[in-house]
């Protein structure tokens, strides 16, 4: 009886305890659940004034303005370096001499050629003037014959004359032998008839045989006039073939001096003007300075042999200083000429110095993410040029250095860091603490945005406080906030 009195008693007490623990439990949950809200701690920022910048930023190559390296005109070999790194130089200074041995031999044969030629040539003259006396002594004896041809042709026309008056006679002969003959015939009829004596017949054979001599003797006299005449032709034509004879080949030979000239003439311009190009090319192994400038670099030394192309030396202008770099396509497509740039070495506070984008190129090209052009690489760069307003004369050429191009500005309007501006609705909004110290959302527009501000149009003005909600735990509208200890380390803030 007495052990389960005891049993009894111990179950009255646990049920007691867990009773007491319940209801405990049950204000407990509805005292949390009811307590009040924990004021959460914000940074709070001031809204100012200021300037927005909406900027990007490359990498990019010192240069000197007009920068350029100098190459080997010929092959050959450095005989002489006129000048070190750092020297000032004037526009057409000699820099550098070189030697070419081999083209200074081949001068030297076309120097020999040109002498040739012009002894040839001063042949050539004096074969002229032999072929020009030739022909004037031959053309004085051919005037001489057209010039006595006159009494000859006055003699040949007297020939002529006495050839037809003898032809005449001749004429005459014939006539006086035919009567002659006809008188003998009817004197022999009449003789036969008994009419006359034959003396008279035998007078009449006389006169006949008279008669036949007389035209013998004209017909002789008129073949010979004419053997006269045509001997005095012949001779006449004679003397002219060989006057011509001699005439011709005078003018020929002269001609034939002429074109001999002519013709070793154009030779000798032809091998003087091969002389002055290469006497021009040796003279090119004096390279000059193609700028007013400073040298930079010099990339051989005396006595090194060269190859056409190779690289002699680097000379730029510093009163100009530049920037090359290559932008990317995104970035190409926003920057314009004469945007604002700062220029800044690479690393811990840098110094900066303004310039200007000065062009941009039309065309993208293969590059290799570095501002080299190789060719190989599939990315695509557009080149830029930035031009220093004032030269700094401390930034170093081939040096690699930090550009800062401004593609937009605005001065004078509200700012606010990006970090104020919550995104995470349809519209932005920024936290603010109102008088009962609670958070309350306030919707703001956005304008110019930069790499860490923002422009704010419209919801705030310069002087208001937002708050920077923390990452726990969120922010609602309507929690108390704080303003976190300004002293408090950051890294303590952020866990």
Do not use: C, H
Request: hydrophobic share 35%; net charge neutral; glycine share 6%.
């Amino acid at each position: 009886m007495a052990k389960r009195f005891k049993t009894g008693v111990k179950w009255l007490i646990w049920s007691a305890v867990i009773t007491l623990a319940g209801g405990g439990g049950i204000f407990a949950y509805t005292w949390y659940q009811n307590r009040p809200p924990e004021p959460v701690s914000v940074r709070i920022m001031t809204v100012e004034t200021g300037t927005i910048e909406d900027t990007i930023n490359e990498s990019g190559t010192v240069e000197l303005g007009n920068q350029q390296t100098l190459k080997s005109p010929s092959d050959g070999a450095v005989d002489k370096i006129l000048v070190e790194p750092g020297d000032r130089i004037e526009l057409g200074q000699p820099l550098i001499i070189l030697r070419n041995p081999e083209g200074e031999t081949i001068l030297a044969k076309q120097k020999l050629e040109i002498q040739k030629q012009k002894l040839t040539i001063e042949n050539n003259v004096q074969k002229i003037a032999e072929a020009s006396e030739k022909l004037k002594i031959a053309q004085q004896a051919f005037n001489e014959f057209v010039s006595q041809q006159n009494p000859q042709l006055l003699e040949l026309e007297k020939r002529e004359l006495t050839l037809a008056n003898n032809r005449k006679k001749a004429v005459e002969a014939a006539e006086n032998l035919a009567a002659a003959e006809r008188k003998l015939r009817e004197l022999q009829a009449l003789l036969q008839r008994g009419f006359i004596a034959g003396n008279e017949v035998r007078s009449q054979e006389d006169l006949v045989r008279n008669a036949q001599a007389t035209l013998r003797e004209a017909k002789f006299t008129v073949s010979s006039d004419i053997v006269d005449i045509q001997s005095l032709q012949l001779q006449r034509q004679q003397k002219k073939q060989e006057l011509e004879a001699q005439l011709n080949p005078a003018a020929s030979e002269l001609r034939q001096a002429e074109i001999e000239l002519s013709r070793n003439n154009r030779e000798l311009q032809r091998v003087e003007l091969e002389y002055k190009e290469k006497e021009q090319g040796l003279k090119r192994n004096i390279v000059p300075a193609p700028i007013t400038g400073k040298i930079l670099n010099i990339s051989v030394k005396n006595g090194d042999g060269v190859k056409l192309g190779d690289n002699l030396l680097t000379a730029g202008n510093p009163e100009e200083e530049l920037v090359k770099l290559q932008l990317s396509t995104l970035n190409a497509s926003r920057v314009k000429p004469n945007q604002l740039a700062r220029i800044s070495v690479i690393g811990p506070n840098p110094k900066q110095f303004l310039g200007r984008v000065e062009n941009l190129s039309l065309q993208a090209v293969p590059s290799d993410g570095q501002g080299n052009n190789r060719g190989q690489s599939s990315s695509a760069a557009v080149p830029a040029t930035v031009k220093l307003d004032t030269p700094s004369n401390t930034l170093i050429p081939g040096s690699q250095v930090n550009i800062e191009i401004v593609l937009k500005q605005r001065q004078n309007v509200v700012i606010l860091d990006t970090e104020a501006v919550a995104r995470s609705e349809a519209k932005p909004f920024v936290w603010v603490r109102d008088s009962q110290g609670k958070a309350q959302k306030r919707p703001v527009t956005i304008g110019l945005e930069g790499l860490t501000q923002v422009e704010i149009i419209s919801g705030l003005r310069a002087g208001d406080k937002v708050a920077i909600a923390p990452p726990e735990p969120p922010l609602k509208p309507g929690m108390p906030v704080v303003e976190e200890a300004k002293d408090k380390p950051r890294i303590e803030q952020e866990n």
